[in-house]
Nanobody, 126 residues
Framework: QVQLVESGGGLVQAGGSLRLSCAAS????????AGWFRRAPGKEREFVAA????????HYADSVKGRFTISRDNAKNTVSLQMNSLKPEDTAVYYC???????????????????WGQGTQVTVSS
């Protein structure tokens, strides 16, 4: 079992930065790839970024490429999402998730993920 708890959300002005963290419990977390998804009001949940178990591979949604960076520290069982140049359209609840297998064919789809956090709100004002 893996439990995930997100933190770091908040209110920020457009152009600002936030760093989200996801703390994982469970000694096998390092065996899982991890991802971030988000759900904006009235919209479907969408993929943001993913990182392989080793941290050597990453994928990003086109909408965040060049602005967001995903990273992980397996010694601390954490996954982070550094968000720069934030835009009002980045406003959403952000969720951390873990998936047992990592490939470009799986990481984009929420239904492939095995474990989810409760989410953290990010609000970007214009």
């Amino acid at each position: 079992q893996v439990q995930l708890v997100e933190s770091g959300g908040g209110l920020v002005q457009a152009g600002g930065s936030l760093r989200l963290s996801c703390a994982a419990s469970g000694r096998f977390f390092s065996n899982y790839a991890a991802g971030w998804f988000r759900r904006a009001p009235g919209k479907e949940r969408e993929f943001v970024a993913a990182i392989s178990w080793s941290g050597g591979r990453t994928h990003y949604a086109d909408s965040v490429k060049g602005r967001f960076t995903i990273s992980r520290d397996n010694a601390k069982n954490t996954v982070s999402l550094q968000m720069n140049s934030l835009k009002p359209e980045d406003t959403a609840v952000y969720y951390c998730a873990a998936v047992a297998s990592y490939s470009s064919g799986t990481v984009y789809y929420a239904y492939n993920y095995n474990y989810w956090g409760q989410g953290t709100q990010v609000t970007v004002s214009s």
